[in-house]
């Protein structure tokens, strides 16, 4: 599927499209942040919501299984902060295993800001907190994402994720991993995208 051709064909022949989206921009001052730090989410952001949460529950739980609920196997990619996993068997086995094996104690939280369905497609803007332990230390990031979801029989998931941390957080957050699995991960994270440039280059992959 190619859900980019999708959308802007969309965006063409139903033009609502993005006007729908850029009304809630003007009725509700986005810097708020998460929607349910100020007011009840609607029925919708509650289903976006949902999905959110229950991506967190895999990655506390490192369940394979729940992350096949938020997710669209086979038909799901991500990038975060610059790192990218084309499919979900790269992200479950070259980003997802690995985290299970070096976090401990993980708490992954994903708040939404903004989202809405139109059709079989739909959007959410979120923040997130990670936190968890490498050994005994203390390892917490957060950021910004974008999720594109799609209805898959019947159930709203995830089709593609970008996340996005500041940099002094993602320097603080390899320096806590050193000594404790980082050269592991660094070697499974070595230029899957096929552009000759490890994670270093892209910056650090951590949650």
């Known amino acids: 599927k190619t859900i980019a051709l999708c959308l802007s064909l969309g965006a063409l022949t139903h033009p609502g499209l993005i006007l729908a989206a850029g009304d809630h921009a003007h ?22 919501q949902a999905v959110l949460d229950t991506y967190g529950q ?34 479950r086995d070259n980003h997802f295993a690995v985290e299970v094996q ?5 708490d992954y939280d994903m708040g939404l800001i903004l989202g809405e369905f139109q ?22 990031i957060s950021g910004l994402g974008t999720a594109i979801l799609e209805l898959d029989d019947g159930q709203w998931k995830m089709h593609h994720l ?16 050193g000594g404790h699995g980082g050269d592991s991960e660094g070697a499974a994270h070595s ?12 910056g650090t992959h951590a949650h």
């Open 102 to 106: 070096q976090f401990s104690d993980v």
């Open 27 to 48: 009725d509700e001052d986005l810097s708020k942040g998460e929607i349910s730090s100020y007011r009840e989410l609607t029925p919708t952001e509650a289903t976006i």
């Open 162 to 177: 970008h996340t996005s941390a500041p940099r002094n957080q993602l320097q603080q957050a390899e320096e806590k991993l």
């Open 119 to 140: 059709g079989d497609l739909g959007f959410a803007i979120f923040r997130y907190t990670a936190s968890g332990k490498v050994g005994n230390n203390p390892v917490s």
């Open 58 to 91: 895999a990655m506390e739980q490192g369940s394979v299984e729940i992350m096949e609920q938020a997710v669209i196997p086979g038909d799901f990619s991500t990038i975060e902060s610059g790192y990218p996993n084309w499919s979900w068997e790269d992200f």
């Open 191 to 202: 230029d899957h995208d096929g552009d000759g440039h490890s994670e270093d280059d892209h």
